[in-house]
């Protein structure tokens, strides 16, 4: 569903982090892959990195910023 050097758009702590994909792996004992997301600042340095398997693609990992938001909103309504 992505590939290294993809964006994408990561829930965490009720806000969108738009992230890079700088890694896809596989377990070790090959039970799952995985990858490994990046967030910088706005001036381009390094803020924080996510590791996620791929089956959290939907439900906290988007693949546009309109997917995500539109998860957030539900998630919002949801609380209420």
């Not at 706005?42 to 539109?70: H, P, Q, W």
């Amino acid at each position: 569903p992505c590939m290294v050097g993809d964006t994408v758009f990561i829930i965490s702590r009720n806000k969108i982090k738009k992230c890079d994909v700088v890694f896809i792996g596989v377990s070790a004992d090959d039970k799952y892959c995985y990858f490994n997301a990046v967030e910088y600042y706005s001036d381009g340095t390094f803020r924080r990195d996510f590791s996620m398997n791929f089956d959290v693609i939907g439900k906290y990992v988007f693949l546009t910023k309109k997917e995500a938001e539109k998860a957030l909103k539900e998630r919002k309504r949801n609380d209420e």
